[in-house]
């Protein structure tokens, strides 16, 4: 089948930047723990008035831009989102309008943070098929929005941002070579949000109880997340005849500092050639892939026939990686 290549990357975030000694004076906390702990120096929090969808339009422009491709271009829309700007309709459904896309398809992919693995595999399959000829995939999320601002354990991870990346065929051997994708629901309890759906939907005693908030179980996440890292990273090169010395860089999903580095070092991956932001931007859930791309794409630290690896993963558990060349 052809290959889906990336032809076009934008990224956006809110301008306001929260720092490790503002959560100082909101949080018993400090810069001190917080880094030690995460590697989160600063992250960026959108304003009241600005919905994921606002986040997402920024970078889906700026992605159409660089792929020199207009709205009307696009045939569909596949958007990673834990924070859309409503239960329905979708936020693809939003920003396909307000992009003006008017014959795009559109979705959301609920995965977590994995949306970003999600959504760019949904749009490479309709390329690789020959369904489509050119797909919109975007990471976004106003993560704040959901974030319980007293408790020191979430609140000092979740950010808000967007990402995009455009994907087109291929003419060469450029482009994505696989995708892995899992998903194990007997971890949901570690990192979850308990009100809004049908089973806990929104009442005066699911509000009192802060229920509409991120909650997570921060030790058993990192055991857990740091397994599944390695094992897909392992599967996906294994699978195509790699190793980690065929790696330029690694992509991972910008969780916590600790997390990449233990994930790394199982890989045997040196953290020179591992992409890291998170320092600066924090979790910012299904956009933190998207987000990272885009400052590598643009910060030279990837070139013409580089073997890039992605992996990602998100409450549920799902999680997944993804295997290209650039």
Known sequence: MTRARITGVGAYAPKRILTNADLEKMVETNDAWIVQRTGIRERRIADENEATSDLAVRAAQQALERANLLPEDVEFIAVGTTSPDMI?????????HR????????????????????SLSIGAQFIQTGKYKRVLCIGAETLSKITDFTDRGTCVLLADAAGAAVLEPSEDERGIIDFDLYSDGQYWELLYMPGGGSRHPATRET??????????????VFKVAVRLFVDCAERILARNGFTADDVNLFIPHQANLRIIEAAAKRVNLPMDRVFVNVDRYGNTGAASVYVALEEAVTGGRLKR???VLIVAFGGGFAWGAALMRW
Not at 105 to 113: E, K, Y
Request: aromatic fraction near 6%; glycine fraction near 14%; charged fraction near 20%.
């Open 88 to 96: 329905f309709p979708t936020t693809g459904n939003i920003v396909q």
């Open 207 to 220: 509000v009192d109880a802060r229920m509409h908030f991120a909650k997570m179980k921060g030790n058993e």
């Open 305 to 307: 026939g580089d073997l």
């Open 99 to 118: 992009l003006g896309c008017r014959r795009a398809g559109s979705v959301d992919m609920l995965a977590a943070c994995a949306g970003s693995i999600y």
